[in-house]
């Protein structure tokens, strides 16, 4: 994305963005293989001659490689994951002996992927619009920020004080009551 994206107008935004999401899928619909992902891993479905049997197939997933071929024939796909993957959490499949099934887990599950291979064209990663995800998908740390977030812009809509303005109520009301000789009246507090 050029750096003049910002100064278009909105009609030549749209233009450019429904020029670059077809340009994409050309590309993508060019590639010997059809991939989705997640924000924690990616599918990628490549299909082989009918009547394939695994034991036809030579399949390669390391932590940054991956390749797909048959015996004795050359690869349908190989080269350089653009990201690395937990090899041991990783799988394929062959389905109805015509199309191989691989399931890549991310290592890094907070990152989407531009490719699958470094050297196959990209998509822009800005544009992807994932699925809601659930609160109870996420891990706890993050369950607790997100539900802070969302508490602390409903006591604001609310005309509420957020959690941090309710601890820190919380915490002068202690102080006052653990130094009744204090005369707090004329305080600002901030």
């Known amino acids: 994305m050029s750096d003049d994206y910002d100064s278009l107008t909105q009609e030549e935004r749209e233009a450019r963005d429904k020029a670059d999401r077809e340009r994409e899928a050309t590309e993508q619909a060019a590639l010997p293989y059809k991939w989705r992902q997640e924000l924690g891993d990616v599918d990628v479905t490549v299909p082989v001659p009918k009547g ?55 290592l890094n599950k907070q990152q989407w992927w531009e490719n699958v291979l470094t050297h196959h064209p990209k998509i822009d990663t800005r544009k992807i619009q994932p699925d809601n995800s659930k609160l109870s998908d996420l891990d706890g740390e993050t369950r607790g920020l997100v539900e802070k977030m969302m508490f602390d812009n409903q006591q604001r809509s609310l005309g509420k004080p957020t959690s941090d303005e309710l601890k820190k109520m919380e915490a002068l009301k202690k102080f006052q009551a653990a130094h009744p000789e204090l005369d707090f009246s004329k305080a600002k507090i901030s």
């Open 52 to 106: 394939t049997r695994g034991r036809d197939l030579v399949v390669v997933i390391q932590k940054k490689n991956f390749s797909i071929g048959l015996k004795g024939k050359e690869k349908i796909l190989e080269g350089e994951l653009c990201k690395e993957i937990k090899v041991e959490e990783s799988t394929w499949t062959l389905e109805d002996q015509q199309t191989v099934f691989v399931h890549l887990e991310k």
